[in-house]
């Protein structure tokens, strides 16, 4: 087990990383900048966040004035975990979301209601969205000593699903690939520091902060960037109401990106304010580059869909075209 002094770190680090947290954007008009405030002066587009890195080019745009300067009133709505998105999303409480497009399949299974209209965070070459990680104490340094040993995952999601592509890739059969549920990924990282989890699989940044406490890497999703990353995905309704609104948010989340990779150093302050990183990393995290103006391919889609329909999550077939809506890109 790890030291109480560790422990409690550990803990402390968590618990503010995990917190939920955000305010509205600001919506002061930008000299200069040239609005339809008739078609757009009514319109807030509520957005549900959460504390992830994903999110952070949002954060920069709302820093910057961007939204307001495109014309678009914003609002965040700050939630603690995926299914709470997801139910404010399928009340109507938050018009959008950063999510993965296995959400919006189940989403849209029986009727189409919501779209993805961007990537949001995708892996790239030094850059991972998501690690598979050995505790320190199981003596494994690499992926093939993973054969059989069970990877703690919080099943029927994105992190499953990009586990088994992952070491599929890697020439693991089916038989040797082994998973364990540890829904929570705070249990997941405690399990893996204390030993008890051999291996698990981890997001960025947490999965830096696990190699902090001693865990090693032994596989990244950056040489397959077609399984691990996420969307930015709002009801269908409210694209087919206001697209312009969604137009002109696209676009400041365009600059904030090109913004964000030029001088990312720039923006520290809104990792910690926002509290996208761990406090314990903060001085050494690097951020990933983001993407700019694109949506997932339809091989993407399709490879995704089968995954879900051969897990029993789906027995339909859900369309590309209806789910991926790449029109309102800047």
């Known amino acids: 087990m790890l030291p109480q002094h ?11 990383f995990l917190s939920a947290c955000g305010a ?74 950063v999510n993965e497009i296995l959400s919006d399949m189940l989403f849209n299974k029986d009727i189409i209601q919501i779209q993805a209209v961007r990537y949001a965070l995708r892996p790239a070459e030094n850059a991972g969205h998501f690690f598979i990680i050995t505790s320190a104490r199981s003596g494994i340094t690499n992926v093939q000593a993973l054969k059989g040993v069970e990877v703690g995952v919080s099943q029927g999601t994105i992190i499953e699903y990009v586990t088994e592509r992952l070491l599929q890739a890697e020439g693991f059969t089916s038989d040797e690939i082994k998973t364990i549920a540890v829904p929570k990924i705070p249990d997941r990282m405690a399990l893996l520091a204390s030993g008890e989890l051999n291996a698990g699989v981890l997001p960025d940044p947490l999965g830096a902060l696990a190699v902090q406490q001693g865990a090693v890497i032994v596989l990244d999703d950056s040489k397959h960037p077609e399984y691990g990353f996420s969307v930015i995905s709002f009801r269908k309704e409210i694209i087919d109401e206001n697209p312009e609104a969604i137009k002109g948010f696209l676009r400041a989340i365009e600059e904030a990106t090109n913004l964000l990779n030029a001088d990312a150093a720039k923006y520290t302050t809104v990792l910690s304010d926002q ?26 889609w399709n490879d995704a869909l089968a995954w879900a329909k051969e897990k029993g999550m789906l027995t339909v077939n859900v369309a590309y075209a209806d789910s991926i809506n790449a029109s309102l890109l800047p």
């Not at 560790?6 to 503010?16: V, W």
């Not at 757009?40 to 307001?68: C, G, H, N, W």
């Not at 001085?283 to 339809?298: H, Q």
């Open 6 to 16: 560790s422990r409690y770190l550990l803990i402390l680090a968590l618990g503010l």
């Open 24 to 97: 509205p954007a600001t919506t002061t008009p930008v000299p200069g900048v040239s609005t339809d405030a008739a078609v757009l002066e009514s319109v807030t587009l509520r957005i549900a966040v959460l504390p992830i890195i994903d999110t952070l080019p949002m954060y920069v745009a709302q820093k910057e004035d961007l939204f307001a300067k495109y014309g678009v009133k914003v609002e965040f709505v700050p939630v603690a975990s995926a299914p709470e998105r997801d139910q404010l999303l399928a009340a109507a409480q938050a018009d959008g979301a």
């Open 275 to 300: 509290k996208l990183v761990p406090p314990p990393l903060l001085a050494t995290y690097k951020v990933p580059p983001f993407p700019t103006a694109g949506v997932p391919t339809e091989a993407e």
